[in-house]
């Protein structure tokens, strides 16, 4: 140690919470109800319509006045029919029935349904079996929402069953925010784009693949401006690129290396430094500005730490710069499969596998190697094991927080 303090590492959520502090949502097109899944909601949509819009039977069998059947002696004349789409238009008048079928409107004057099955039909005459109580099997008019009722809100990303809701609704067509455009820019004058012709000193770059992949699962559009070399001249002119996005997230370069030139570039392009340098591990160079009031996003270039932070930062900016809420990904506990050293300062987030116990606990393994320029262990991990700074060691069975990676 040569005596120096270290340089101070900014917590992980305080490095969310002044990210977020700098985006706001994008603006808002109108698109057909049809084609708005994955889209987030501008405005609160409330129901054009009732549903279901009449007391509706909910069971196929015979419509009734429950009186008539409270003992179970009565015989019941049939006098109608009742099918989904075609009421039957006269009153139940005491001692009747009416066919009806799943989904068909009541016939007025009855109050209960009572089952096929509970039922002994001879010509048009019954006798049931159980006596229905007022109101069974009737789903009444509005059960699922009325005329004027909200039934979503602004900042829900929709899904396939708010697209059906939306038709049931008649919200034809809906406000939802402009998908945020993302400039991603890899630098590095080691990097070649796979496929391409390559020197033996020279690497494959793969991060702008992950990136935008992120990018894109979070409802954003990719824009790849490619590999920009290590020299001011280079990063200038593709930062230039980056004009109109709405985000711009830069590759490497962000440590202290001589070539490490990305924020003293965009520092000389008028950018505002929120911050450089997070308690993370891996992600620790991670840095954050505005420039031009364009969000810039300065991701470390291991490949995992540049995913993991685009997992733990530019995934949840670009939801939040999609209309979403802002907030962290969500963690799960699971039990841990093997027993953990002390946490230094950083906030850990470890590659493992997950596998379930028979009562349905996850179990998480760490993964014994956790460089970060290993791209098929990350591939390999289904959550990340999250350990706070300075923890203290952990035995195997202990409940930690996971960031799952994939569905589990
Ligand atoms: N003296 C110090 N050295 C380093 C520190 C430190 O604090 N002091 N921090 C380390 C940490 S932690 C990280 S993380 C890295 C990040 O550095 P950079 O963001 O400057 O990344 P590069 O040097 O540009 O690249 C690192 C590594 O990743 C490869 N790379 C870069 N971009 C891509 C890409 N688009 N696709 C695939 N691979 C990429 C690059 O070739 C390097 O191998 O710094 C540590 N050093
Ligand atoms: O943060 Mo670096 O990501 O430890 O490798």
């Given at each position: 140690?040569?005596?120096?303090?270290?340089?101070?590492?900014?917590?992980?959520?305080?490095?969310?919470?002044?990210?977020?502090?700098?985006?706001?949502?994008?603006?808002?097109?109108?698109?057909?109800?049809?084609?708005?899944?994955?889209?987030?909601?501008?405005?609160?949509?409330?129901?054009?319509?009732?549903?279901?819009?009449?007391?509706?039977?909910?069971?196929?069998?015979?419509?009734v006045r429950a009186e008539d059947l409270?003992?179970?002696?009565?015989?019941?004349?049939?006098?109608?029919?009742?099918?989904?789409?075609?009421?039957?238009?006269?009153?139940l008048?005491p001692g009747t029935?009416?066919?009806?079928?799943?989904?068909?409107?009541?016939?007025?004057g009855a109050d209960a349904?009572?089952?096929?099955?509970?039922?002994?039909?001879?010509?048009?005459?019954?006798?049931?079996?159980?006596?229905?109580?007022s109101?069974?099997?009737?789903?009444?008019?509005?059960?699922?929402?009325?005329?004027?009722?909200?039934?979503?809100?602004?900042?829900?990303?929709?899904?396939?069953?708010?697209?059906?809701?939306?038709?049931?609704?008649?919200?034809?067509?809906?406000?939802?925010?402009?998908?945020?455009?993302?400039?991603?820019?890899?630098?590095?004058?080691?990097?070649?784009?796979?496929?391409?012709?390559?020197?033996?000193?020279?690497?494959?770059?793969?991060?702008?693949?992950?990136?935008?992949?992120?990018?894109?699962?979070?409802?954003?559009?990719?824009?790849?401006?490619?590999?920009?070399?290590?020299?001011?001249?280079?990063?200038?002119?593709?930062?230039?690129?980056?004009?109109?996005?709405?985000?711009?997230?830069?590759?490497?370069?962000?440590?202290?290396?001589?070539?490490?030139?990305?924020?003293?570039?965009?520092?000389?392009?008028?950018?505002?430094?929120?911050?450089?340098?997070?308690?993370?591990?891996?992600?620790?160079?991670?840095?954050?500005?505005?420039?031009?009031?364009?969000?810039?996003?300065?991701?470390?270039?291991?490949?995992?730490?540049?995913?993991?932070?685009?997992?733990?930062?530019?995934?949840?900016?670009?939801?939040?710069?999609?209309?979403?809420?802002?907030?962290?990904?969500?963690?799960?506990?699971?039990?841990?499969?093997?027993?953990?050293?002390?946490?230094?300062?950083?906030?850990?987030?470890?590659?493992?596998?997950?596998?379930?116990?028979?009562?349905?606990?996850?179990?998480?393994?760490?993964?014994?190697?956790?460089?970060?320029?290993?791209?098929?262990?990350?591939?390999?991990?289904?959550?990340?094991?999250?350990?706070?700074?300075?923890?203290?060691?952990?035995?195997?069975?202990?409940?930690?927080?996971?960031?799952?990676?994939?569905?589990?």
């Amino acid at each position: 140690m040569n005596g120096k303090a270290p340089f101070p590492l900014l917590p992980v959520a305080e490095a969310r919470a002044r990210l977020f502090a700098q985006l706001a949502p994008t603006g808002t097109e109108w698109v057909p109800f049809s084609e708005a899944d994955g889209r987030v909601l501008a405005s609160d949509v409330t129901a054009n319509r009732t549903q279901p819009p009449f007391d509706a039977s909910a069971m196929d069998g015979y419509a009734v006045r429950a009186e008539d059947l409270a003992d179970l002696s009565a015989r019941l004349d049939v006098i109608g029919e009742s099918v989904a789409g075609q009421r039957f238009s006269e009153a139940l008048r005491p001692g009747t029935a009416v066919r009806i079928f799943t989904g068909a409107p009541m016939p007025e004057g009855a109050d209960a349904i009572v089952l096929q099955e509970d039922v002994d039909r001879a010509g048009d005459v019954i006798a049931a079996r159980e006596a229905p109580a007022s109101g069974r099997w009737i789903r009444p008019a509005g059960l699922d929402f009325k005329t004027g009722d909200r039934v979503l809100r602004a900042g829900t990303r929709l899904g396939a069953a708010d697209v059906a809701l939306l038709a049931s609704v008649e919200a034809l067509s809906v406000p939802v925010h402009r998908r945020p455009v993302v400039a991603i820019l890899a630098t590095g004058d080691e990097l070649v784009r796979p496929g391409s012709p390559r020197g033996p000193d020279q690497i494959v770059a793969s991060n702008t693949y992950g990136l935008a992949a992120q990018v894109r699962a979070a409802g954003g559009i990719a824009r790849d401006l490619g590999i920009a070399g290590d020299s001011e001249e280079a990063l200038q002119a593709a930062i230039a690129d980056a004009a109109g996005a709405d985000m711009l997230v830069t590759l490497g370069g962000a440590s202290v290396g001589d070539r490490d030139l990305v924020g003293p570039v965009l520092r000389g392009l008028g950018m505002t430094l929120d911050f450089w340098k997070i308690a993370m591990r891996p992600g620790k160079p991670l840095m954050f500005g505005t420039l031009g009031g364009m969000p810039v996003l300065g991701l470390p270039g291991n490949p995992v730490s540049s995913l993991v932070c685009g997992t733990l930062f530019a995934g949840p900016a670009i939801r939040r710069l999609a209309g979403e809420p802002a907030s962290a990904p969500a963690t799960l506990r699971a039990r841990l499969a093997a027993d953990l050293g002390e946490n230094d300062r950083r906030e850990d987030y470890l590659r493992a596998s997950l596998t379930r116990e028979e009562d349905g606990t996850l179990l998480a393994t760490p993964f014994p190697r956790q460089d970060s320029s290993m791209l098929a262990l990350l591939s390999r991990a289904d959550a990340l094991v999250v350990r706070p700074p300075h923890a203290p060691p952990a035995r195997a069975g202990e409940a930690v927080d996971i960031l799952p990676l994939r569905a589990i």
